[in-house]
Antibody, heavy 125, light 109 residues
């Protein structure tokens, strides 16, 4: 059974930093891309960042580019999100998700097959 | 600001059929990217409902079906049940980045 367990959320002041972790089990972690998705209170889902299975390729939403860094440790089956220069608008529940990427003859696609339970990040003074 | 537009809400009586649209453009759905759908029950994490436009993961009832045409996609729920009351999101790619729809709240009357 696939399990994803996020941790590291909490209250942080504007301009501060926080590192989220996501411990994965139940599948071959290094074989899959992984993503972070967030949801502000009462709002919809927003994709934040993705990383390839090897960790060699990373992708970011424009809203976090230059402030957030995604990484992974395949020896520990763990995904990370380093969040710097945090703003009030970064307040959200952050989910990690298993992101099986597949390619057709014309393009590649990805979706969120399994989700963690989420960890709340609150940016406030 | 999402590039995939969904109706804010849809409703139906138990047993009825409802559909949720997901409207994109030539840079996302119309560019050939697949569409996926998620269900989020109140207070819980989202759950994959449909992947690759029309495929159901194991365990998802066949009351849920997906389709895609041109720059849009649709999720249909037939035989609506009280437990289907939730938020639903479409997801695709735009300029090689993953994007979500605006979300639709389904209410069972």
């Amino acid at each position: 059974e696939v399990q994803l367990l996020e941790s590291g959320g909490g209250l942080v002041q504007p301009g501060g930093s926080l590192r989220l972790s996501c411990a994965a089990s139940g599948f071959t972690f290094s074989s899959y891309a992984m993503s972070w998705v967030r949801q502000a209170p009462g709002k919809g889902l927003e994709w934040v960042s993705a990383i390839s299975g090897s960790g060699g390729s990373t992708y970011y939403a424009d809203s976090v580019k230059g402030r957030f860094t995604i990484s992974r440790d395949n020896s520990k089956n763990t995904l990370y999100l380093q969040m710097n220069s945090l703003r009030a608008e970064d307040t959200a529940v952050y989910y990690c998700a298993k992101d099986p990427r597949y390619c057709s003859s014309t393009s590649c696609h990805g979706y969120f097959q399994h989700w963690g339970q989420g960890t709340l990040v609150t940016v406030s003074s | 600001q999402s590039v995939l537009t969904q109706p804010p809400s849809v409703s139906g009586a138990p047993g009825q059929r409802v559909t949720i649209s997901c409207t994109g453009s030539s840079s996302n759905i119309g560019a050939g990217y697949d569409v996926h759908w998620y269900q989020q029950l109140p207070g819980t994490a989202p759950k994959l409902l449909i992947y690759g436009n029309s495929n159901r993961p194991s365990g998802v009832p066949d009351r849920f079906s997906g389709s895609k045409s041109g720059t849009s996609a649709s999720l249909a729920i037939t035989g609506l049940q009280a437990e289907d009351e939730a938020d639903y999101y479409c997801q695709s790619y735009d300029s090689s980045l993953r994007v979500f729809g605006t979300g639709t709240k389904v209410t069972v009357l």
